[in-house]
């Protein structure tokens, strides 16, 4: 039995069970962890420049109700595409290179869906002061790891 995190492994034909287990993995608990939100997407024929619009989303102190809007209507369409490429993975006739790379697409949009979603004004300031404080804690065990060294 192949385990899930060699499901992208190999060349063999895709079987139900690995298709099952990639679309598992796209929702995952820590499914966006090292998942970078793409620089630009095209949805509904449009191209969205979607690291911008969502750093700006996140980043606002005070967004609009007009801004907040957009945002779920922009998380809406995404989680939609998203769906879409569950159902090219589970139904199409794509290589097992090509439902990775499908599957790492889904889970970088769904990180976009998750800060859009998930970023209110004071909680997007709590998030970046969080996302700083981290940033520091590395900088401070890189500093102790080079000492020890």
């Not at 993995?25 to 690291?51: A, C, K, N, Y």
């Not at 969502?54 to 007009?66: L, R």
């Not at 976009?112 to 998030?127: F, H, Q």
Request: hydrophobic share 40%; charged share 35%.
């Amino acid at each position: 039995m192949r385990e899930a995190r060699d499901v992208c492994e190999g060349t063999s034909a895709l079987t139900a069970e690995d298709r099952g287990r990639i679309i598992s993995r796209i929702h995952s608990l820590l499914f966006w962890v090292g998942e970078m939100i793409p620089q630009e997407i095209t949805i509904e024929d449009r191209s969205v420049r979607l690291r911008d619009t969502v750093y700006h989303y996140i980043t606002n102190d005070a967004p609009t109700e007009q801004e907040q809007e957009d945002a779920a209507v922009l998380a809406e369409l995404l989680d939609r595409h998203v769906r879409e490429i569950e159902a090219d993975i589970k139904h199409g006739d794509v290589s097992r290179q090509q439902a990775c790379d499908l599957m790492n697409e889904a889970r970088s949009i769904l990180r976009a869906v998750d800060e859009l979603r998930n970023a209110r004004g004071e909680a997007a300031e709590i998030k970046r002061q969080d996302l700083m404080k981290r940033i520091e804690d590395v900088r401070r065990w890189q500093r102790f790891v080079d000492q020890v060294r």
